[in-house]
């Protein structure tokens, strides 16, 4: 897998651009982000995912449900990034098409995302997103999200 050379480098923690907190927050870095979408990654570990502990223990694998949330996520944070949503940002989910998940994500495997914006207004964002551990295909769907805060 090529990571797509963006404008902005940030290498910026996830939590300084995400209203999200532990439990639930799904980027540790993003990476980088422009007009065109956002490269940002995530370590998978049982220590700080507790739903590695039910979610077939046995051979825990990260839900389907989180890998959309991780790419979400990554690219919430882009657009914050680049400062088209302000300090008040907020996205919610509208509509999830085409997820594809291709193979198992485990504790201990970083997540890396690359999603590109396919529409983007003042009330609407979609994306494109891909989700890799090293170089394989691990998630990929098209993610709908309503926007708020957008300058």
Do not use: W
Not at 38 to 65: C, D, L, R
Not at 87 to 98: I, T
Not at 115 to 141: H, P, Q, T
């Amino acid at each position: 897998m090529e990571i797509p050379q963006l404008k902005n480098v940030y290498n910026k923690p996830g939590i300084e651009l995400l209203p999200h907190r532990d439990p639930f927050l799904f980027v540790d870095t993003l990476i980088s982000a422009d007009e065109t979408g956002a490269v940002g990654e995530y370590t998978f570990t049982m220590e700080k995912n507790e739903f590695f502990k039910g979610h077939f223990p046995n051979y825990p694998i990260v839900p389907g449900v989180v890998l959309v949330e991780t790419m979400a996520q990554v690219a919430g944070a882009g657009l914050v990034a680049t400062e088209f949503l302000g300090e008040q940002a907020s996205f919610l989910f509208a509509k999830v098409e085409e997820a594809k998940f291709k193979r198992p994500v485990r504790p201990g495997d970083k997540l890396t995302v690359v999603s590109k914006i396919i529409k983007l207004k003042k009330i609407i964002g979609v994306f494109e997103a891909k989700g890799y551990v090293g170089d394989e295909l691990a998630v990929e769907g098209t993610l709908t999200c309503m926007l708020g805060g957008a300058k």
